[in-house]
């Protein structure tokens, strides 16, 4: 778990949550819910401030009040909260964040609390990132598969073959891919950048479609961490890219996705792995003339499978008013509100129904190529891993940046991610 909040932080923060709301109930008989949102695009807010909206004018005896989270402090702010008392009754979140407060009572099992409408609509291969143990701990609604961003002109005055969602390249094809537009680019160009100050999700997430699946869950429902060939695949070839071949960018391997637009935009890139919501990014900041394209992620023998970690709408255990605060997630994912939070967050929602619909399948922005590999997505490998945090931040970023950047070798990054890593995962398995 990640280290808590030094303690003037954490007194400042439970008086700024005990202004947030109010007793759940006042004299005058009105049920009051606080729901915190992360949403932090302009777009996205809009649409999650109208939906509250709506829905207060609606239910004048259930009012709900929205208060402003970070994704940068959330799972702290929220073990705080949670700890003190003090937590919002609707908690949006991400589902990869869930496992620690679910197994840790803090958060409400829903599944004899939601409608069946909603259970149906949402596939079951979503359902399963906020499954843990016999309960349901969170509603998956909006999901992000990770793509390829390509400057169109480059890509094509080249002639490597441009994938498809249904044709995409495999991982071997595409590290020769990145020499090839490499040598076209000329000196001092990359085929490929990978912004990866956050290594692991990445990682993890896309060696799905190699095979990958590091932690394995035995027979006494204990998880270990096991490197096998498939987890192989997608670290060798970004660490090839840099270090053997030169067609990777080693300055980006500290940076974030935001950070290789301009030389995107410039030229100096090819193309750059992101997740489907920087697009917004890229429409409002990329010159007047610049060309770009949507690709599908490399694939392996798995298909173009690769796990996400939805975000997530949960209630308190805490909440006084869970059936109410259930029945608020159900309007704000009926099908429609779906769709209009999905397109302010440049995502997609797990919803079969919002899925469908046409503006979600427009070739404008790539919404169509990212709406075709919403069906192979699957729950991210450290999904339910009690742990999971403190084992990504002590020992696995650190492994698999210096393993990018070529100061460890393959051997030494297994035996780090296993050898420390279980020593990790075991203290919170005893």
């Known amino acids: 778990?990640?280290?808590?909040?030094?303690?003037?932080?954490?007194?400042?923060?439970?008086?700024?949550?005990?202004?947030?709301?109010?007793?759940?109930?006042?004299?005058?008989?009105?049920?009051?819910?606080?729901?915190?949102?992360?949403?932090?695009?302009?777009?996205?807010?809009?649409?999650?401030?109208?939906?509250?909206?709506?829905?207060?004018?609606?239910?004048?005896?259930?009012?709900?009040?929205?208060?402003?989270?970070?994704?940068d402090s959330v799972h702290d702010q929220l073990l705080t909260s949670f700890e003190g008392g003090e937590a919002p009754d609707i908690i949006h979140d991400a589902s990869d964040d869930l496992a620690d407060f679910a197994y840790g009572g803090y958060l409400a099992d829903l599944t004899d609390l939601l409608p069946e409408r909603l259970k149906a609509d949402i596939p079951r291969q979503s359902w399963r990132t906020t499954t843990f143990g016999d309960g349901v701990y969170g509603v998956p609604f909006l999901q992000e598969p990770r793509v390829l961003i390509a400057n169109k002109k480059i890509l094509d005055a080249s002639g490597v073959r441009v994938p498809t969602a249904g044709r995409p390249w495999s991982w071997e094809e595409f590290r020769q891919v990145t020499k090839d537009l490499t040598e076209h680019m000329g000196e001092g160009k990359y085929g490929i950048a990978w912004p990866l100050k956050e290594p692991v999700s990445v990682t993890l997430n896309l060696g799905l479609s190699a095979g990958g699946q590091l932690f394995h869950r035995g027979d006494d429902g204990k998880v270990t961490v096991r490197f096998t060939e498939g987890d192989a695949v997608v670290p060798r070839t970004v660490h090839d890219q840099v270090n053997v071949d030169r067609s990777a960018s080693r300055s980006t391997l500290g940076t974030g996705g935001s950070d290789t637009l301009p030389g995107l935009f410039g030229g100096k890139y090819a193309m750059v792995p992101l997740g489907f919501s920087y697009r917004q990014q890229i429409v409002q900041q990329a010159p007047e003339g610049f060309e770009w394209t949507v690709l599908p992620p490399p694939a392996g023998p798995g298909g173009p499978a690769q796990g996400v970690s939805p975000q997530t709408l949960s209630v308190a255990e805490d909440s006084p008013y869970k059936k109410e605060a259930a029945r608020f997630i159900d309007f704000m994912l009926q099908p429609r509100n779906m769709v209009r939070l999905a397109r302010g967050d440049w995502m997609l929602p797990t919803g079969t129904e919002a899925l469908d619909d046409p503006a979600l399948h427009t070739d404008k922005d790539g919404w169509a190529t990212g709406a075709e590999l919403a069906r192979h997505l699957r729950s991210a490998p450290a999904q339910s891993v009690r742990g999971y945090p403190e084992w990504k931040d002590k020992v696995a970023t650190p492994a698999y940046q210096e393993y990018y950047s070529g100061a460890i070798d393959a051997d030494e990054l297994r035996a780090r991610l296993v050898e420390d890593g279980n020593l990790v995962l075991a203290r919170y398995q005893r």
């Open 1 to 71: 778990m990640r280290a808590r909040l030094l303690p003037a932080a954490v007194a400042a923060l439970a008086l700024l949550l005990t202004g947030c709301g109010g007793d759940g109930d006042r004299a005058d008989g009105k049920i009051r819910l606080r729901f915190q949102s992360l949403a932090w695009q302009k777009e996205s807010v809009d649409a999650n401030k109208e939906l509250v909206k709506e829905w207060n004018e609606a239910h004048p005896d259930i009012q709900v009040e929205y208060v402003q989270g970070s994704w």
